[in-house]
């Protein structure tokens, strides 16, 4: 019976059915130490980003805002949604019987979470390697930078940064691991094995859309660069590659317009490639418009009246500067706050639109690319490796814009309407401000109990008695005003009016009132009291404002009202022999016969009726009422129109027709002013 009953045990260890349940108790061991190792691990990372988080991020104070900002990306978002991961994976410890199915289902709930922050981190993880390789650049800031890691993290060694930057690339890259190998602990009949399939598959396809997110963040950030080139600059990327792919594209675009070959139609991202361009209208139509603003509200808190003499005693005028002065120092100077809240913000957002803008565009050249591979595919059968790596470029930049171009234009345009109610609340305070200062100061003005209307009738009955009495203080000023003179000739001019004299006649001559820079390639620059031939009264387009002119040497246009007619004085032998004919007598001015200019004439007094302005040394500066000594009553050449004066012990020459004479006789040859 002892033998019988100690052969019984062994002889059922060695049966089919012994054999199985030990598998089978095998298989269980290993499941729970697999799930043991999956929590006890995400335990461990999620401790690792807290330190990376709090500590780490809090003790490098010396490195930019912005270089923090890329070094660890989002990952309070990665902690975030491990928290909850592993609070809900330590509740499935309480449940053992069905604490594998319930992994399974845990990981399928949060794959989208898993997959939405983990592609943001993934996706900067190469720039924050490229800060990396620039601190062990900087031998000192590198080493601070690895005392920090190494005082927090001994375990880091001298990988530092790159050791904690890595970490979470690991962690969802060994995901789709650990649940294979629970997967692979698990009785193929059991309930939770079909889950777990579904959820190393999910973590798998996360993994894989990760990927793909990060080749094509990498492809847009290669085109999404906006570069201000020269002409120059550009002519220098030239190439016989380059200029290859343009000609190509635009013969594919050729070919679509003329129909010989079908444009591919995308409807999805043509409707959010409209609303992205109705998106940027908008902001650059407001940006304009707040430009426009500032300038303004700019331009009038630069004009103070109250800080004028207006040269008006006490009364209202007192009360109204001080009100000005009150507002202006007080409630408008508040309003620059626009410059913060509005404009900053608003040109913020249109810089962040340009790197899109450039996208959609490269988005067209790597469209044409396509859509000549595709034909060559067809009609072929196979594709270069280069050809391959276009349509694979296309296919990155037109998925990453179907999918992040509705976030976009939401954003832009919650932004927009942001910064548009900060600007209407701002000038709602400004509005509010303003009453809230002029209550008091309006009440003390003798026209604060006049009612609306009542105001502005005295204020349109004021406005026209003071315009009347502006218009005849015009009339009035006009009628004293003496007769326009005509402007002296330059010295060296006479020879150049008398072959334009010669040429086309009198009523043809005209004088430049002041000085004309021309602006445009056809425009003349000419010196005030040049003389001119008038061609044609209006430019080719019709305006009447430019005329076109000849100097004798060149000819062009000049402002016609910069133009008088030059009134041709006769000199002595033209006189005594034929005149000019004339067609309107405005145009020649009969003057008696002069006498004869002595050829040293005597010293002589006289007085400047206007100013003068020297243009040259030959000339001399006058004022009004100054008192002059005319030595010469002509010019070198003997034209009576300049004369050589001494004022101020200086000489040079004047306009004769600027002076007038003192008391005394002189036989001066020149004609006074009437």
Not at 123 to 144: C, F, G, M, N
Not at 310 to 339: K, N, T
Request: hydrophobic share 35%; proline share 6%; charged share 25%.
């Amino acid at each position: 019976m002892a033998e019988h009953g100690s052969d019984e045990p062994s002889s059922r260890a060695g049966s089919p059915d012994g054999e199985g349940r030990v598998s089978a108790d095998r298989l269980l061991l290993h499941q729970r130490l697999a799930v043991r190792e999956l929590i006890d691990t995400e335990l461990s990372y999620l401790r690792m980003l807290r330190l990376c988080a709090s500590d780490i991020r809090s003790r490098l104070q010396q490195l930019p805002q912005g270089d923090l900002d890329v070094l660890f990306s989002n990952i309070d978002d990665v902690i975030q949604v491990n928290s909850r991961f592993l609070h809900d994976l330590q509740e499935t410890a309480s449940r053992e019987e069905e604490q594998v199915h319930l992994i399974g289902n845990l990981f399928l709930e949060f794959q989208e979470e898993l997959e939405r922050v983990y592609k943001v981190y993934c996706a900067s993880y190469d720039q924050a390697l490229l800060l990396v390789e620039t601190y062990r650049k900087e031998p000192e800031l590198q080493r601070e930078v690895q005392s920090i890691i190494e005082a927090v993290v001994p375990q880091a060694g001298p990988s530092g940064l790159s050791f904690l930057l890595v970490i979470p690339l690991q962690r969802i890259t060994k995901y789709p691991l650990l649940l294979q190998k629970i997967l692979e602990n698990t009785v193929p009949d059991a309930s939770a094995y079909p889950v777990l399939q579904r959820a190393v598959c999910a973590l798998q396809d996360v993994n894989t859309n990760i990927n793909e997110y990060k080749r094509r963040k990498e492809v847009a950030s290669k085109y999404t660069k906006v570069e201000q080139l020269t002409l120059r600059e550009r002519l220098a990327r030239l190439n016989t590659h380059t200029l290859s792919k343009k000609t190509t594209r635009l013969s594919q675009l050729l070919k679509q317009e003329a129909g010989l070959v079908p444009r591919t139609e995308d409807k999805e991202f043509d409707d959010l490639e409209e609303r992205f361009h109705w998106v940027s209208l908008c902001v650059t139509e407001m940006r304009n418009n707040v430009a426009v603003y500032r300038d303004n509200l700019e331009a009038f808190l630069r004009f103070r009246p109250q800080e004028y003499d207006l040269d008006i005693p006490g009364g209202p005028v007192v009360q109204y500067c001080s009100l000005m002065r009150d507002l202006q120092l007080q409630a408008f100077l508040q309003f620059q706050r626009l410059e913060g809240l509005v404009w900053q913000p608003l040109c913020s957002l249109a810089k962040a639109l340009a790197g899109p803008q450039n996208l959609i565009k490269k988005r067209l050249d790597k469209l044409l690319d396509f859509e000549r591979v595709e034909e060559k595919l067809l009609e072929v059968g196979s594709v270069t490796y280069e050809e391959q790596e276009a349509r694979h470029t296309y296919q990155a930049l037109n998925s990453l814009l179907v999918a992040e171009l509705p976030q976009l234009n939401q954003l832009a345009v919650r932004w927009l309407g942001q910064i548009l109610c900060t600007f209407v609340g701002l000038q709602r305070d400004l509005a509010q401000q303003v009453l809230q200062r002029a209550e008091g100061s309006l009440a003390q003005l003798p026209h604060y109990h006049l009612s609306e209307p009542a105001f502005r009738k005295l204020v349109e009955d004021t406005l026209g008695q003071t315009g009347h009495q502006l218009r005849s203080f015009q009339e009035n000023f006009e009628k004293v005003l003496p007769p326009p003179t005509t402007q002296p000739l330059l010295p060296g001019a006479e020879r150049q009016v008398q072959a334009l004299l010669s040429r086309y006649g009198p009523e043809k001559l005209y004088q430049v009132t002041s000085n004309v820079s021309g602006a445009g390639t056809l425009d003349l620059t000419l010196l005030r009291g040049q003389i001119v031939a008038l061609l044609q009264n209006k430019d080719t387009k019709g305006n009447s404002s430019r005329w076109l002119v000849d100097t004798g040497g060149h000819r062009g246009y000049v402002p016609a009202g910069k133009l008088e007619l030059y009134r041709v004085i006769p000199s002595q032998e033209e006189v005594k022999g034929q005149e000019w004919p004339h067609k309107d007598s405005r145009h020649l001015t009969p003057e008696p016969t002069p006498a004869p200019v002595p050829s040293v004439p005597a010293v002589t007094q006289a007085v400047a009726v206007y100013p003068f302005v020297a243009r040259s040394s030959h000339e001399v500066s006058l004022q009004a009422g100054q008192l002059v000594t005319v030595l010469e009553a002509q010019d070198k050449k003997g034209n009576p129109e300049w004369s050589l004066v001494e004022v101020n012990e200086q000489r040079g020459y004047v306009p004769s027709s600027f002076l007038a004479r003192a008391l005394g006789p002189a036989p001066w040859g020149w004609s006074l002013p009437s």
